[in-house]
């Protein structure tokens, strides 16, 4: 054994086992208000508790925590905490386009289903979205959320041959999956003349999703149905968008199938999918590890738990898609833009 390399991974656990209990702190200090108290305005642990209006010697502990994972700055000669611009850029602005809380609510949330995801490994049964904690559906839209508000509208629907004109004048659009409905919200927001169908198989995110709609003022707007990605409703679609959720679905061809099927002539399948390589090589690195770890607790159990013999995790990859939309007749097919996190596809009939 060599002991530097022993002593190196050493480190990386410590890391680690930091980061995970972190998590839970950093949830607690995103529902309680903590690091927007912070923002702009350094305090000690006993001027942030009376902020908050919490118990000061719980918000000293997570202030020690938290500084000493690098969440906040701490000055010794005051005794005071603050937020850098980064950090509060990533921990306290919800709307910005990486809001770090977010994630780990997902993270926590989807870490609940732990006992059932061990026993899944012998049995090899899925487990569905449904069955999850409501905080993977609250969590799921925090985390990918950010990256809609920042990209959707000014970069990815403008990277689609002609579709931004199209929504635009007025058109037809399905968001398949849409969760809790923050990408369809986008659409109705940014394009009021365009009519946006929502849906998703799981009630209980439609039910959330027609929720958020109406406090975006936007209820009236989008029409939200619980139905899968292989049986929405309509046709003859101008844009038909599926966000971050081909690979959670056990019947991802049969849902390109009925895509191709429900779409207008010159229509266009946007696929929004993980930022992902072409090798399980390309992928062993800090983002490929985040998408395997929820892919691990969310992705593969969904898809295991639905009819169609198809599992491809969130690292699935350009090829796998790509073959996806070729096979149920998508004649044109391109990567039409990415970001650290999302690689975007157009699919055209
Ligand atoms: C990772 S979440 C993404 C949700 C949303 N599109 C977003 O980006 O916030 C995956 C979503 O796919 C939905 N889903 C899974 N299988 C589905 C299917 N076969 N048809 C429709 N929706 C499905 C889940 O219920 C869940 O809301």
Known sequence: MNEDKLNEFLGRFVGDLGATITAGQVVVGHRLGLYRALVDNPATADELARRTDCDPRYVTEWLRGQAAGGYVEYDAAGDTYSLTDEQAFILAEPDTAVYAPGAFVLALASLKAEDRITEAFKTGKGMGWHEHDTDVFVGCEQFFRPGYVANLVSSWIPALDGVAEKLTAGAKVVDAGCGLGASTILLAETYPETEVLGCDYHEGSIELARKRAADA???????????????????????????????????????????????????????????????????????GRVYYGFSTFLCVPNALSQQGGYSLGAQAGEQAIAALAQEAGFTRFRRATETPFNIVYEARP
């Open 217 to 287: 003022g936007v209820g009236e707007r989008i029409d939200f149905q619980v139905a899968s990605a292989q049986d929405f409703p309509g046709s003859g679609y101008d844009l038909v968008a599926t966000f971050d959720c081909l690979h959670d679905m056990g019947d991802p061809a049969g849902a390109a199938r009925h895509i191709r099927k429900s779409l207008a002539d010159d229509g266009t399948w946007l696929i929004v999918e993980p930022a992902a390589g072409e090798s399980v090589s390309d992928n062993l690195n800090p983002v």
